[in-house]
């Protein structure tokens, strides 16, 4: 059973930054692609960035520029470092293990205009 639990969410102005941290457990950490996603409401969720076990990174174009996933393999944590956050960043994000059904329970970013 892997577990995943998100933290580091909270409210920001818009220009701001914030670092989310996703901790797992229960998995070979190492060896499996992450990735961020976010639902704002009213909308689907959607993908965010990826990072592969061998620390290759995507990033979906709304994000890319300001945003930055990274890993630690030795803690068994993967990284979203937000920064020049705008209002339409404001969701729930989530980390999962690529290519499966593990999900974290989400953290909330609000950034006000």
């Known amino acids: 059973q892997v577990q995943l639990v998100e933290s580091g969410g909270g409210l920001v102005q818009a220009g701001g930054s914030l670092r989310l941290s996703c901790a797992a457990s229960?998995?070979?950490?190492?060896?499996?692609?992450m990735g961020w996603y976010r639902q704002a409401p009213g909308k689907q969720r959607e993908w965010v960035a990826t990072i592969t076990s061998g620390g290759s990174t995507n990033y979906a174009d709304s994000v890319k520029g300001r945003f930055t996933i990274s890993r630690d393999n030795a803690k068994n944590t993967v990284y979203l470092q937000m920064n020049s956050l705008k209002p339409e960043d404001t969701a729930v994000y989530y980390c999962?293990?690529?290519?499966?059904?593990?999900w974290g329970q989400g953290t909330q970013v609000t950034v006000s205009p």
């Open positions: 229960g998995s070979r950490f190492s060896i499996n692609d």
């Open positions: 999962t293990v690529k290519w499966t059904n593990y």
